[in-house]
């Protein structure tokens, strides 16, 4: 039986995701947790093949924690779900150590299937973002920007992005304020911008708002 972990501050959403894959035999929900601490405050007591990670999970940053969890618990699988962009934040995942990717606009279905594969440690993301990657190379000016940007690039653009400050990113990161400054010239220098309106315009271009 594939033991899951879900992580997501949402009681409604935990609650969803629990009945779905309690639908079948093959999954044991073990836990759940609504924050990063409390997240790993149950992985000290119970082992999960596989954690259901929200990307906009409370207290830490969703890719900070993943690469928190691929440093503390290297075992234990990791299936990334958001609100949030697949263009953007399924490349992101992935290279910070996700097995997959899941668009909480997908079918339910999907869940299965991609707890399934995570498990099995193959790599999950749907057939529609697979064509989309695969068939639209550079076609589309903020895809071809985003290609330029690291995974530590697009976590400092998202937060400048929603407003925080080089103080506040440095904190959410991990970073001192000094490499925060350093990130931000060197995303203005790859998307071609020189001031801090036109910065946030091409987040604004990467669905970063």
């Known amino acids: 039986m594939i033991k899951v972990l879900i992580a997501d501050n949402h009681p409604i959403i935990r609650m969803g995701v629990k009945s779905v894959l309690d639908s079948t035999s093959e999954f044991e929900v073990i836990a ?4 990063t601490a409390e997240l790993f405050q149950k992985l000290e007591e119970v082992s999960p093949d596989v954690i259901m990670l929200e990307m906009d ?11 928190k ?3 503390e618990y290297p075992e234990v699988k990791v299936l990334m779900y958001s609100g949030q962009s697949e263009d953007v934040y399924a490349l992101s995942s992935i290279r910070a ?16 299937t991609a707890v399934r594969k995570v498990s099995e440690g193959s790599m999950f993301i749907t057939n529609e973002l697979a064509q989309r990657l695969a068939f639209d190379e550079g076609t589309q000016k903020p895809r071809r920007f985003f290609r330029k940007l690291s995974t530590r690039e697009i976590e400092v653009l998202k937060l400048l992005a929603s407003g925080k400050r080089n103080k506040d990113v ?14 931000k010239a060197r995303l203005m ?12 315009q091409q987040a604004k271009a990467l669905e970063l708002y």
């Open 57 to 67: 999970i409370p207290e830490i940053n969703g890719i900070a924690t993943l690469r």
């Open 69 to 71: 969890i691929k440093k």
């Open 32 to 35: 759940d947790a609504s924050t």
């Open 170 to 183: 440095a904190i959410g990161l991990n970073l001192n304020e000094k490499t925060v400054s350093t990130y």
């Open 97 to 112: 150590g996700a097995f997959g990717y899941l668009s909480k606009s997908s079918d339910v279905d999907y869940i299965i």
């Open 189 to 200: 220098k790859k998307l071609n911008v020189d001031n801090m309106v036109d910065l946030l």
